[in-house]
């Protein structure tokens, strides 16, 4: 005798993303991706705004720890120089959005490091081209 399920199935597990050499990112496919030197800017202005208006500003746990980490692995503190990366970044169209963040956000130092760790982008660009893009980018990180 067969008894009737005493729960809900389950909803398969997404599991289809994955950043390789193919960009399969699922629902996220057409978001906007932020580097983590824009999350910082964007989550710390909203916190000071809220704070300057006295209203709630509703520091969980969660809140706090991700400031902590943006504050940790953010590249760019200057809203200047998070603006010229982004420039940068955004005239390089033959990019994914998510290929272009992960770029701002890791700052590699050669073409060969940030095709290795961006597989997705060894078609799309030159050794030499990526190498100057790079450069660039470097040129505006604090010393």
Known sequence: MSHPPTSRSRAPPAGNEEATTVLRLGEFQDVDTLTLSEA??????????????????????????????LDTFARFK??????????L???????????RAQLGSLCCETAEEAKYLIP????????????????EIYKLMPR
Request: no cysteine; proline share 0%; aromatic share 4%.
């Open 78 to 87: 200057k809203k200047e120089n998070v603006e010229a990366v982004e420039r």
């Open 40 to 69: 910082a800017l964007v989550i710390n202005a909203l916190v000071a705004k809220r704070r300057n208006d006295r209203k709630n500003v509703n520091e969980t746990e969660m809140l706090t720890k991700t400031i902590d980490y």
């Open 89 to 99: 970044l955004s005239s390089h169209k033959e990019f994914h959005k998510f290929e």
């Open 120 to 135: 997705s982008i060894t078609d799309k660009i030159s050794d030499e081209e990526l190498q100057e893009l790079l450069n």
